[in-house]
DNA sequence: CCACGCTCGCAATGATCGTTGCGTTAGTGC
DNA sequence: GCACTAACGCAACGATCATTGCGAGCGTGG
């Protein structure tokens, strides 16, 4: 919530709380993994953290688990740059589909949306960001993309439906016949 | 988890574990709107009914909360049938968008999905069979259809995305506009 | 090098949660 | 109408959670 993007955070960038709150995030993340009900003296415990600092820190549940998703689903990715948007899109979506495909990535996601709008919200990081890269290349290229909400919908939405909503995350080859849908030939 | 899908459940339909459990869904949904977080006595004390019962029926709040999704959305619905898939189509995404656009539907949604992949299956409820049923109606017109889980990952994807991934849900214009996506003219 | 301030650890407290054994009430079948 | 079973209410218990005041340690700036 006060962390910029990167590694670091906030007001000490180099020091101390930094470490700690990479403990914390790996401590989420396994607990997650293992299906532990997520509570802050329990994190605490694993993180090797008192847990005052987390109630102090992060005040809840919640919030700590929308700062987990936004640090994780917010990073430098490379987005691809094949020349050509068809391929982009594709090698993109499979990109994406082969993460949120990770059971691990599955249960932070799941976590962060029962935390609430913000904690959803951050499990879109910044891809809406990469499509829209995508899409004004195509577009300096002097094609017509689609809109980035129109591609965002149908992308990130089929991928995270089935990911979240249904036992059968896509596979990346199924998330690559999907800009079909967006891209008829 | 032990009931059909009906009003009613279980073994003794007719008598006053249907009363109690109407109780606790309506307790559910309550809370589920204040915002409160939701735990086994909160929701007991809201439903008049001893927490033991809760403890006893469902056993955790996730389990509960799978269930209140469940019944919330299985049920009799009526499917559109104009003659036209894409009116059909136009028409059912735009309920399916309407529906999902509530503030405390949303609410049941995120928590249901936070709850584990019971949960969040349960927020399909029967829509896919719904989607199923106009496809099939298609089909025997002589038409060829896109498949159930095309329109589900390009329809309910998009609508669950917006709603739950997003501060906007979809409105049912939007909505009927998807289906130009799925059925290009 | 030193003083300031932010962050963390520590300990104690009240509140709430989850569980279990037992008695009672309500619904079902003969 | 009566016995049987299932579901519920009740009360206790231990465990865990969430909060707060205080002191110490680490990083930063003069």
């Known amino acids: ?5 990167g590694t670091q955070q906030g007001t000490r960038p180099g020091g101390r709380s930094a470490q700690k709150r990479a403990a914390v995030h790996r401590a989420v993340a396994e607990l997650l993994a293992e299906q532990a ?43 691809p740059d094949t020349g050509s948007l068809r391929a982009d899109l594709e090698r993109w979506a499979a990109d994406v589909a082969t993460d949120v495909s990770d059971p691990d ?3 932070l996601m799941r976590a962060a949306v029962g935390a609430g709008e913000s904690g959803a919200c951050a499990c879109r990081g910044d891809r809406e960001e990469q499509l829209a890269a995508l899409l004004d290349r195509e577009r300096a290229r002097g094609g017509r993309p689609p ?3 129109r591609a965002a919908e149908v992308l990130l939405g089929a991928i995270y439906y089935r990911a979240i909503f249904t036992e059968t995350p896509g596979t990346p080859e199924w998330a690559r016949g999907l800009v079909e849908v967006l891209l008829p030939s």
């Open 105 to 107: 990535v599955l249960m």
């Open 147 to 149: 809109t980035v909400a």
């Open 1 to 5: 919530m006060s962390a910029p993007a």
């Open 37 to 79: 009900d997520l509570t802050l003296p329990v994190v605490a415990a694993r993180a090797g953290v008192h847990p005052t600092t987390l109630y102090r820190r992060w005040g809840s549940v919640g919030d700590l688990l929308a700062d987990v998703a936004t640090s994780r689903f917010t990073g430098e990715v490379v987005v």
